[in-house]
């Protein structure tokens, strides 16, 4: 049992560190993360980064992993209850808030090296990233076992996970081709650390009176830069698939992807933007990588008082690796992103709209981000936001304020933030997503600001020397 727990934290813990893509900071002028989500965007300053504090996010995103999902009002009136209680079940309260398929998601980034200038007619950067992924899909009836708890067969065959680690080098660009169109692309070198798919296709937990069983069967395929100490043809337990060996590490793994961006400025006010993120693959290379099926059976059939002990047979799950295993490819989980913004105020103010999609190996994801931004001098910029996040209009807001003077960059900024809490409990209940990022670094080189800003001076033409 410990190798399953730990095995389950090491999954959980590829998504507990650093992201990009933070919806609220899209139309902030100041800062360089918003590069990440459209090339195209570049800040206002070139930007030297510190490796890892210069970008911490903590990035969180799912379908049902909300505490009002969770926890409900005491019906004698005195403090709260769990979704198992008895006036919960009853009523099928919880299970009636739950889709079909439940999706959690985590996503990271951490940047190692970075650096962006500016020169007379393009803006370009460089950078070293290492990101890691997972998502998840929880059946309904899984749910539906654990609060009914009544005879009857659950299905809970559409259960898999994925998750992937990578490092990417980037080299990217902006190009203002006219006064009121500007494209960028970024070119991305992958090197694949680690990946990890499993699908339980043919999986039920089975109920009677007189015991509780149950059935697993999938398949999983497993690559990495480290040995795996599992011989082809073979049967093995579940935790021998962990069993790793750091001699002769296999860099093997290789893949690319490109971002590509635009912006349009019309009428002087309003800019039309819209990128895609992260269009590439990865090749896993067959010598580093398993493939094979997963199998296991148990039963629970009650309390024995005069042994004293539970009857319960378990049979530890198996994993089959058949045959020589394949080269394969995969693709990365690409954002579409596309943006409307309108300045008034000579730049000072502006509203925005982001329409942000990701399709994940799992399940395609989107929302709409709409945002007041503020930028009352040319050092300081500040924005305020309201998602639309899984069907929920109300109560989901972000922020980011960005302090961008020559020399030094702090951001911090949050999204889908909601201020409702339970009774005697300080925690949000409407929160199923969140993203939490701070960041500090250094600015370098003049400011360069959008022509119809109030901020904008232009360059100073070199004045020819007279013979």
Same mark, same amino acid.
């Given at each position: 049992?410990?190798?399953?727990?730990?095995?389950?934290?090491?999954?959980?813990?590829?998504?507990?560190?650093?992201?990009?893509?933070?919806?609220?900071?899209?139309?902030?002028?100041?800062?360089?993360?918003?590069?990440?989500?459209?090339?195209?965007?570049?800040?206002?300053?070139?930007?030297?980064?510190?490796?890892?504090?210069?970008?911490?996010?903590?990035?969180?995103?799912?379908?049902?992993?909300?505490?009002?999902?969770?926890?409900?009002?005491?019906?004698?009136?005195?403090?709260?209850?769990?979704?198992?209680?008895?006036?919960?079940?009853?009523?099928?309260?919880?299970?009636?808030?739950?889709?079909?398929?439940?999706?959690?998601?985590?996503?990271?980034?951490?940047?190692?090296?970075?650096?962006?200038?500016?020169?007379?007619?393009?803006?370009?950067?460089?950078?070293?990233?290492?990101?890691?992924?997972?998502?998840?899909?929880?059946?309904?009836?899984?749910?539906?076992?654990?609060?009914?708890?009544?005879?009857?067969?659950?299905?809970?065959?559409?259960?898999?996970?994925?998750?992937?680690?990578?490092?990417?080098?980037?080299?990217?660009?902006?190009?203002?081709?006219?006064?009121?169109?500007?494209?960028?692309?970024?070119?991305?070198?992958?090197?694949?650390?680690?990946?990890?798919?499993?699908?339980?296709?043919?999986?039920?937990?089975?109920?009677?009176?007189?015991?509780?069983?149950?059935?697993?069967?999938?398949?999983?395929?497993?690559?990495?830069?480290?040995?795996?100490?599992?011989?082809?043809?073979?049967?093995?337990?579940?935790?021998?698939?962990?069993?790793?060996?750091?001699?002769?590490?296999?860099?093997?793994?290789?893949?690319?992807?490109?971002?590509?961006?635009?912006?349009?400025?019309?009428?002087?006010? /309003?800019?039309? &933007? +819209?990128?895609?993120?992260? %269009?590439? !693959?990865?090749?896993?290379?067959? =010598?580093? $990588?398993?493939?094979? @099926?997963?199998?296991?059976?148990?039963?629970?059939?009650?309390?024995?008082?005069?042994?004293?002990?539970?009857?319960?047979?378990?049979?530890?799950?198996?994993?089959?690796?058949?045959?020589?295993?394949?080269?394969?490819?995969?693709?990365?989980?690409?954002?579409?992103?596309?943006?409307?913004?309108?300045?008034?105020?000579?730049?000072?103010?502006?509203?925005?709209?982001?329409?942000?999609?990701?399709?994940?190996?799992?399940?395609?994801?989107?929302? /709409?981000?709409? &945002? +007041?931004?503020?930028?009352? %001098?040319? !050092?300081?910029?500040?924005?305020? =936001?309201? $998602?639309?996040?899984? @069907?929920?209009?109300?109560?989901?807001?972000?922020?980011?304020?960005?302090?961008?003077?020559?020399?030094?960059n702090i951001f911090a900024g949050a999204d889908f933030i909601n201020f409702k809490v339970a009774k005697g409990i300080p925690i949000p209940v409407k929160m199923s997503s969140f993203n939490i990022y701070t960041g500090f670094?250094?600015?370098?080189?003049?400011?360069?600001?959008?022509?119809?800003?109030?901020?904008?001076?232009?360059?100073?033409?070199?004045?020819?020397?007279?013979?």
């Amino acid at each position: 049992m410990k190798k399953y727990i730990l095995t389950a934290l090491a999954a959980l813990s590829l998504g507990l560190s650093a992201s990009a893509q933070l919806r609220t900071a899209y139309f902030m002028e100041g800062t360089q993360f918003r590069t990440d989500m459209n090339p195209a965007l570049y800040p206002i300053r070139g930007y030297l980064n510190i490796p890892v504090i210069s970008a911490l996010q903590f990035n969180l995103n799912n379908n049902f992993l909300s505490l009002n999902n969770f926890i409900y009002p005491n019906p004698n009136g005195e403090g709260s209850v769990l979704f198992l209680h008895p006036s919960v079940r009853e009523g099928n309260k919880f299970l009636k808030k739950l889709p079909e398929d439940n999706m959690l998601g985590f996503n990271t980034t951490i940047n190692i090296l970075g650096f962006g200038a500016h020169t007379r007619k393009l803006f370009w950067n460089v950078g070293l990233n290492v990101k890691a992924e997972l998502e998840l899909n929880i059946p309904k009836d899984l749910f539906r076992f654990m609060t009914t708890f009544g005879p009857g067969t659950y299905d809970i065959s559409n259960l898999n996970a994925n998750a992937q680690a990578y490092s990417e080098l980037f080299i990217g660009f902006a190009v203002p081709v006219t006064d009121w169109f500007v494209i960028g692309a970024r070119v991305k070198g992958l090197l694949g650390i680690a990946n990890i798919d499993m699908g339980l296709d043919k999986t039920s937990i089975k109920l009677t009176d007189t015991e509780v069983s149950g059935k697993m069967s999938g398949t999983m395929r497993m690559s990495s830069i480290i040995n795996n100490q599992v011989a082809q043809n073979s049967n093995l337990d579940f935790g021998d698939m962990f069993n790793f060996s750091l001699d002769n590490l296999g860099f093997k793994h290789f893949g690319g992807a490109i971002d590509l961006g635009l912006e349009v400025t019309l009428l002087k006010n /309003l800019r039309l &933007s +819209a990128a895609v993120t992260d %269009l590439g !693959w990865i090749q896993w290379h067959k =010598s580093k $990588t398993i493939m094979g @099926n997963i199998s296991a059976d148990a039963k629970y059939t009650g309390y024995d008082f005069d042994a004293n002990e539970v009857e319960f047979d378990f049979s530890e799950p198996e994993i089959t690796v058949g045959g020589k295993s394949d080269s394969y490819m995969k693709r990365l989980n690409t954002s579409l992103n596309v943006g409307a913004e309108y300045t008034f105020c000579k730049d000072r103010l502006s509203l925005g709209v982001l329409s942000h999609t990701r399709f994940g190996s799992v399940a395609t994801h989107t929302d /709409l981000t709409v &945002s +007041a931004n503020f930028r009352p %001098l040319s !050092w300081l910029s500040a924005s305020v =936001s309201q $998602t639309l996040l899984n @069907n929920n209009a109300l109560g989901v807001f972000g922020f980011a304020l960005n302090l961008h003077p020559p020399g030094i960059n702090i951001f911090a900024g949050a999204d889908f933030i909601n201020f409702k809490v339970a009774k005697g409990i300080p925690i949000p209940v409407k929160m199923s997503s969140f993203n939490i990022y701070t960041g500090f670094g250094f600015n370098i080189g003049k400011a360069r600001f959008h022509k119809n800003s109030k901020f904008y001076k232009p360059l100073e033409k070199k004045s020819k020397k007279k013979k």
